[in-house]
């Protein structure tokens, strides 16, 4: 029986799509509109959902997200409340749900209490982004224990030998970041992300999801051309957020327009 992950991937992969992958922190800007944005991208054409974790020291994220923890945090969001806003979620969409967060949140309340709230409420996977793979066997074991899939990142200044560790580690996808540094919208994209999908492919087959500084179609139609199953897109959907709190209005009808754009680019018909 495949798990969501897996039935996403092929699900794109018949269509010869790459799955599209955006980002939002969960209770940003308030419980009650993140759960609109939500359906704003399940709507837009999200395969799959990365969910944030608001941290107070986010070292990962640049300032767009850091500002959205910071709201959310702001706005009353916690361990209860969050997986609440998790199960609210699996009340209208299936695909998968991978959250990203930092070790302190999960150590905090204890990796089997944390995991198993985790898959009650209908997370996929988790990525630890200050957690390599040698220091988190602990919690891998709970992950496994609740059916929680596991996600590491590579770069491209991984040594094939560790990149073939890390793959291993993996039981989702391997988030591969665009280019090092924190999260951001860029200009343009790296030239090495294909460069660095090539030498992944020779170490795993598993599904290899880009991110990191993703903001335009035409940088979604670059990450699929040069290989990519999955793309990830956080900052600029966060920054749209953030717009539609400064100017009063709700956020879903851009957030809509912009979902269903950067989703058609992952679609192979750029090559026709």
């Known amino acids: 029986m495949m ?4 039935e996403a991937f092929e699900k794109v992969s018949k269509r010869k799509e790459a799955a599209f992958i955006p980002f939002a922190v969960a209770g940003d800007p308030d ?3 993140f759960i609109n944005v939500i359906k704003a991208y399940v709507k837009g054409g999200a395969d799959i959902l990365e969910i944030g974790y608001p941290f107070s020291d986010p070292v990962a994220d640049g300032p767009v997200n850091q500002r959205a923890a910071q709201r959310a945090i702001k706005a009353g969001l916690n361990h209860r409340n969050f997986f609440e806003l998790i199960s609210a979620i699996r009340t209208f969409t299936n695909i998968p749900i991978g959250l990203l967060t930092y070790a302190n949140s999960i150590t905090h309340i204890g990796y089997d209490v944390f995991c198993k709230k985790a898959a009650k409420a209908g997370i996929d996977s988790i990525l630890v982004a200050d957690m390599p793979p040698e220091e988190s ?3 891998g074991a709970c992950m496994r224990k609740y059916g929680i899939g596991r996600v590491f990142i590579v770069s491209e200044f991984t040594p094939d030998q560790r990149m073939r560790y890390i793959c291993k580690s993996v039981d989702s996808f391997v988030y591969v970041v665009s280019r090092p540094g924190i999260t951001g919208v860029d200009a343009t994209l790296s030239a090495s992300v294909k460069t660095t999908l090539s030498r992944l492919k020779k170490v795993t087959d598993k599904p290899l999801a880009v991110g990191f500084g993703i903001s335009t179609p035409e940088h979604v139609r670059d990450v699929r051309r040069a290989g990519a199953q999955g793309v990830i897109v956080g900052s600029a959907l966060v920054s749209e957020i953030e ?7 709700t956020p879903s009808s851009a957030l809509l327009k ?10 192979a018909s750029w090559q026709n």
Do not use: F
């Open 31 to 33: 419980p009650d509109m």
């Open 243 to 249: 717009t539609s709190v400064i100017r009063g209005i």
């Open 137 to 139: 066997q602990e919690l």
């Open 258 to 267: 912009k979902v269903k754009s950067l989703k058609a680019a992952t679609a």
């Open 3 to 6: 798990n969501r992950y897996e």
